[in-house]
């Protein structure tokens, strides 16, 4: 069966800092992966997809992941966090079937 | 512009009431999926489908009931409304492509439910 786990329920960090949420998945075959974010009383935007192309993904707002096959990672990064970053960020893994798996979220806070 | 459209945005039911959630989408999505929110647990999928006349259920269906009569609805009904259902609901819709649903989902903006 598959999973995602979220490392952290809780990122702090200051603005024009780094960015680094963590994934970990479990899936049987080569699964596609996605990073959502939700701004508070929103529902979730997708940041950026991985479905076996490249493995490092570039998505909006200059969020990137990279997928890691040995490490059963999708890691989120941002080189520069904004406060208009902080929301709830949810990794997600995509049966064949449409089901989508969540991990059960990382709230990022930006500190000036 | 809609996307996919919730209403209401916000509902409080009494235990033992039944209401509808509505859903529209205006994208020609065939995949249609319903998931609840709560605190902690990430979104948990209730019910879904795969084109209308085609409903299955997801991790969590009890007390819940889907149809799907035409590409653009999907109502979620709750039947008879327990403290338990208490959460924010959302629906997504997707493209179906070469018989795989991994395209990314469409949310709507919630719907906040509460049971008293």
């Known amino acids: 069966a598959q999973s995602v786990t979220q490392l952290d329920s809780h990122v702090s960090v200051s603005e024009g800092t780094p960015v680094l949420l963590r994934c970990n998945y479990s899936s049987s075959y080569s699964p596609s992966l996605f990073w959502y974010v939700q701004h508070p009383n929103k529902g979730l935007q997708l940041l950026l997809k991985?479905?076996?192309?490249?493995?490092l993904v570039k998505g909006i707002n200059g969020f990137e992941a990279e997928f890691k096959k040995s490490e059963t990672s999708f890691h989120l990064t941002k080189p520069s966090a904004h406060m208009s970053d902080a929301a709830e960020y949810f990794c997600v893994v995509s049966e064949n079937t449409g089901k989508l798996i969540f991990g059960q979220g990382t709230t990022l806070q930006v500190k000036p | 512009n809609a996307g996919v459209t919730q209403t209401p945005k916000f509902q409080v039911l009494k235990t033992g009431q039944s209401m509808t959630l509505q859903c529209a989408q205006d994208?020609?999505?065939?995949?249609m999926s319903w998931y609840r929110q709560d605190p902690g647990m990430g979104l948990r999928l209730i019910h879904y489908?795969?084109?209308?006349?085609?409903?299955d259920q997801g991790e969590v269906p009890n007390g819940y009931n889907v149809s799907r009569s035409t590409t653009e609805d999907f109502p979620l009904r709750l039947l008879s409304a327990a403290p338990s259902q208490t959460s924010v609901y959302f629906c997504?819709?997707?493209?179906?492509?070469?018989?795989?649903?991994?395209?990314?989902?469409?949310f709507g903006d919630g719907t906040r439910l509460s049971i008293l």
């Open positions: 994208m020609n999505h065939e995949y």
């Open positions: 991985y479905t076996s192309a490249a493995t």
């Open positions: 997504a819709s997707s493209y179906i492509a070469g018989g795989y649903s991994n395209q990314p989902q469409h």
């Open positions: 489908s795969v084109g209308a006349g085609i409903t």
